[in-house]
């Protein structure tokens, strides 16, 4: 006998025995309740292998660890893909198409890097536009209308909606020029039609906000496969696109171009509409919970701007390959419109339509899916500026039915080549406008009291003062100081009446476009947001 409190070896045995039968004995679910239990007991460095605990390598290990980390980070950014696409359409629209096609027909490859450093100061900008909506929980024009005296909001909101009706100019113009490709369809019929195709594609927005960034990111995908499709029929030069793409250079006569490139590219629209997007999603009211959502956003837009640049290089490419200096064509660099594309294509690639087939379903995606955000941001404009809530078919109708006129006008009287210069200029006007957003978008980011601990670092505010600054005197130049063809100098070079009228113009509206300019940059931030909730 052994004494009280042992343990024999046939008691083992049978104790054994005992809890062996009670396990086949146990049920089907039992076993699935006692292996989740194990599960949850059991370590990283362990796992079950036949009923037996066994250590897992080390290296194993560490690869599950990074592949859980990688599955939940790619799993968290999902919920934050959208609003990328929504705003790199800016840099895909008509107005580009027009700009890319002249720039490579009449300078070649000279102009890329103007694309490029629009691109980058885009995504400068679009960074402090999350950073705003993000942790301020308002967008631009909200903040504008909190901030500034009651005359210079309605001088921003005025400046802001001729940028607005200028974007949808060019959708409605590219849209009618992409109906007269595909289907014979007379300019002025596309351009009526414009208003029933974009209402339609507009409802999705009461599904949900999601339908509408669906919608555009398959337009986006179907207008690079098409591009990409037609740059790999072509032998680009790639030392010339080099060269284009790292040393600045601005040939004489292409003032305009460029201006039409800055404004296409850095979209006054897209300040809005960022701002705006961002708070879309329900992100909680914590320190490390914003700064995931920050992450989230700034990585979501990334991958769309880098494909936007891509498609840039590849019309500006078919563009120098086919059209630079080519004998075959009699039709000057500057009156290439978008309508004589189509059939250059044809001629200078030799192809049975199918390059201008695949031009024009490009022209038409991008026609469409820009119209999409620059009514979804003229709507946060007019909300954002007056207080006042309208819903997007209503912005649309309203918008369509002023820039319906010049579109009728264009397509009726000037035709082919007059659609081409519209949507140059309709560009340039952009690109004048975007220093009215840049610095109130900076000075609100960069002040603590807007911000709190949210606010810029120094090193990106540093970047931004020298990026706004540079796009308005890039802007003065361009429009006064550049020479050649299709400039201020060369339009007012006569002592007529007109041109001695136009100089007096141009001095007027120049002295108030640098005295509001001046009254943004030293105008100090008053109103306080709920960030500081968050700080405390």
Not at 192 to 208: K, R, V
Not at 355 to 366: E, Q, T
Not at 398 to 409: E, F, S
Not at 516 to 531: A, G
């Amino acid at each position: 006998m052994a004494e009280s409190g042992e343990i024999t070896a046939s008691e083992v045995t049978t104790t054994n025995e005992v809890t062996d039968n009670k396990l086949s004995q146990s049920s089907a679910s039992e076993k699935n309740d006692l292996s989740m239990q194990l599960d949850g007991v059991l370590s990283d460095k362990e796992v079950v292998v036949s009923g037996h605990i066994h250590s897992t390598p080390g290296a194993l290990r560490k690869i599950r660890s990074w592949w859980r980390c990688i599955y939940n980070w790619l799993r968290g950014l999902t919920k934050f893909a959208g609003p990328g696409w929504l705003i790199c359409i800016a840099l895909i629209d008509p107005g580009n198409y027009e700009g890319d096609i002249q720039a490579g027909a009449g300078f070649e490859y000279k102009l890329i890097w103007i694309i490029w450093w629009s691109s980058v100061v885009e995504v400068f900008i679009q960074i402090l536009t999350i950073r705003l909506g993000l942790y301020a929980k308002m967008d631009l024009a909200q903040a504008c209308r909190r901030n500034y005296p009651r005359y210079i909001r309605y001088i921003l909101w005025i400046l802001s909606e001729a940028a607005m009706m200028a974007t949808d100019l060019l959708q409605v113009i590219g849209f009618a020029v992409s109906c007269e490709i595909l289907f014979q369809m007379p300019l002025y019929a596309g351009v009526l039609l414009s208003f029933a195709t974009t209402l339609l594609i507009l409802s999705l927005q009461y599904l949900n906000i999601h339908y509408l960034e669906l919608f555009v990111m398959v337009m986006i995908l179907v207008m690079s496969v098409t591009f990409f499709i037609q740059w790999s029929m072509v032998d680009t030069n790639g030392t010339a696109l080099m060269r284009g793409w790292v040393i600045p250079s601005l040939p004489s006569g292409s003032a305009l171009v460029a201006l039409s490139q800055i404004g296409a590219s850095v979209s006054p629209h897209n300040v809005f509409l960022q701002s705006s997007l961002v708070q879309t999603r329900r992100v909680e009211l914590t320190k490390s919970a914003l700064h995931s959502a920050y992450v989230y956003n700034v990585v979501e837009f990334i991958f769309p701007m880098v494909l936007a640049f891509v498609v840039n290089l590849a019309l500006i490419s078919l563009a120098a390959v086919g059209f630079y200096k080519n004998p075959l064509i009699q039709i000057k660099p500057q009156n290439i419109s978008l309508i004589d594309t189509c059939n250059l294509i044809k001629t200078v690639y030799a192809q049975t339509g199918v390059g201008c087939i695949l031009f024009g379903i490009s022209l038409l995606a991008s026609a469409q899916s820009a119209t999409v955000s620059a009514t979804y941001a003229g709507q946060i404009v007019m909300e954002g500026f007056l207080n006042i809530k309208i819903p997007l078919w209503l912005r649309n109708l309203m918008t369509r039915t002023i820039t319906i006129i010049p579109g009728l006008i264009v397509a009726i009287f000037a035709g082919n080549n007059g659609s081409g210069l519209a949507l140059l200029i309709g560009s340039s006007i952009l690109s004048g406008v975007i220093p009215f957003l840049i610095f109130p978008l900076l000075k609100f980011t960069q002040s603590e009291r807007c911000m709190g601990s949210f606010r810029n670092p120094k090193w990106v505010s540093v970047v931004m003062w020298i990026i706004g600054l540079g796009i308005a005197v890039a802007n003065v130049y361009l429009i006064a100081g550049a020479q050649g063809n299709r400039t201020l100098q060369s339009a007012l070079s006569s002592l007529s009446v007109a041109s001695i009228f136009g100089i007096i113009a141009t001095v007027v509206i120049g002295l108030g476009y640098l005295g509001l300019l001046v009254f943004l940059i030293f105008y100090p931030v008053q109103f306080d947001s709920c960030v500081h909730q968050i700080d405390n």
